[in-house]
Each structure stands twice: as C-alpha cells, then as structure tokens.
C-alpha cells in the first residue's frame, strides 16, 4: 500500500511538473522616408534608429520570462509618391545598406522605377540583392537577439533620371517589416 500511495504521489508531482516550451513568431515593420528634389542625380542618407526599432518590439509586449532567439527579415519595399516639381519620368536607384564606416552592401542596383502618378507601393522582395539583405539581416541580429551593438540602421540610397536633367522631386519611404523568433518555456 505504500508503494502504492509513493507511486501515486511520484506520479502527480512528475506530471504538475510538466514544462512546455512555445514559440511565437511575431512580426513588425520600420520605415524611414526622404523627399528627394533634385535635378539629375541624387545621393541622400536614410536611417532607422535603434531607438524605434526597440520601440516597436516593446509595442509587440512579449512576456519579459521569455527570449527572441532570432529575426528574419520578412519583406522589403518602397512607397514612392510623386511631388509637384517632379519632370523625371523614371529613376533609376541604387540601394545599399552600411556594413560598417567603410563598407556597404547592395540591396539594389541600377534599379528602374517609373514614377508614378499617384502614390505607388513597389515590393523588392525578388529584385534584391540577397548579400544586402543578409548584412540587413545580420545587423538587426546583433540590434536585437545578440544586443551587440545598438547603432543605428544606415542605409544610402542614390541614382538617376531620365530624360536627363530632368528633376526629381518624390517622396520616397522604405518599410522593413522583421519576423522574430520568441522561445518561452511555461
């Protein structure tokens, strides 16, 4: 009887001692913006801070007893909006993201858009650069999972028009919407 009741006992304490392990996959999206109005070429600097970066995973209000084991860049692209002044009929841009001071990786080259007449979503996913998304990738890792940095994203965008010398005056704003891996055991 006593080995009965200490099995029964072994039993229910083994199985209210029962961990489970969940992930979730939580998606969410920044985007930086700049007008662009010039004549001919451009080169212009665009950033997402760290800071809203951090603001937006804090919105997603994960549980703090659980970990992002990992980020994965879901989509990428463009809304462009043409402006007033703009004579241009297409842009032709180059994209790249800022590895360090010194080095960039292309998300885009020579890449043509025709500028449209009203405000126009334009989806990169199979016209990119796949080293660029990488190094993309592979700075939010370090931004978010590793936290072994907390720079800035830093990306420089430049290109072209035509017909030539025409002027470029559009809105242009880059999303990127990130899908996290989040480990919690309950």
């Given at each position: 009887m006593r080995t009965t009741i200490l099995l029964f006992t072994l039993a229910f304490v083994l199985n209210a001692c029962n961990v489970e392990n969940i992930r979730l996959y939580p998606s969410f999206e920044e985007s930086t913006i700049l007008t662009i109005d010039e004549e001919t070429d451009f080169?212009?600097?665009?950033i997402i801070p760290s800071s809203d970066i951090y603001a937006s995973i804090t919105e997603l209000d994960l549980d703090d007893s659980g970990t992002i084991e990992d980020i994965n860049i879901e989509g990428i692209w463009i809304v462009i909006t043409p402006l007033t002044n703009n004579t241009a009929q297409w842009v032709t841009l180059n994209l790249s993201i800022k590895v360090d001071e010194y080095d960039q990786e292309w998300m885009l080259n020579n890449y043509t858009i025709t500028i449209p007449d009203k405000?126009?979503?334009?989806?990169l996913a199979s016209d990119l650069i796949k080293s660029g998304v990488h190094a993309l990738n592979?700075?939010?890792y370090k931004l978010i999972v590793s936290q072994s940095t907390f720079k800035d994203i830093e990306f420089e965008i430049s290109g072209y028009t035509t017909p030539t010398n025409s002027t470029i005056n559009v809105s242009i704003e880059l999303f990127i919407q990130s899908g996290l891996v989040y480990h919690q055991t309950i």
């Open positions: 080169y212009e600097e665009l405000t126009t979503t334009i989806y592979t700075q939010m």
